[in-house]
């Protein structure tokens, strides 16, 4: 089972740019890699997914801000955030799951731990 570690979280001011990173300990080339975020107080939500084809999927919140994207290589894929605002404070996950549907991810086989994005001024 793929082991995934995210990196790239810390503090930023409104309107500022995080990139974030999801390694994978071995091959994810057949896996789609979610994003989820989870607030302080809310449920965990999936924000973005690119399967192995690369093809995206952004929740409305995000789209136009932020980018996903994959080196299969390199085993990682990337969040790259942009015009971050104090509403997208929350530790951020990513997942290996089995592909992308018309709602995102779809089972999720395995987690990293987190990463926490601040935005404040």
């Known amino acids: 089972q793929v082991q995934l570690v995210e990196s790239g979280g810390g503090s930023v001011q409104p309107g500022g740019s995080l990139r974030l990173s999801c390694t994978a300990s071995d091959d994810m080339d057949y896996y789609a890699i979610g994003w989820f975020r989870q607030a302080p107080g809310k449920e965990r939500e999936q924000i973005s997914c690119?399967?192995?084809?690369?093809?995206?999927y952004y929740v409305d919140d995000v789209k136009g801000r932020f980018t996903v994207s994959r080196d299969n290589d390199k085993k990682v894929v990337y969040l790259q955030m942009d015009s971050l605002k104090p509403e997208d404070t929350a530790v951020y996950y990513c997942?290996?799951?089995w592909g992308l549907g018309y709602e995102g991810c779809y089972g999720m086989k395995s987690w990293g731990k987190g990463t926490l994005v601040t935005v404040s001024s």
């Open positions: 690119i399967n192995h084809g690369k093809n995206p």
């Open positions: 997942a290996a799951a």
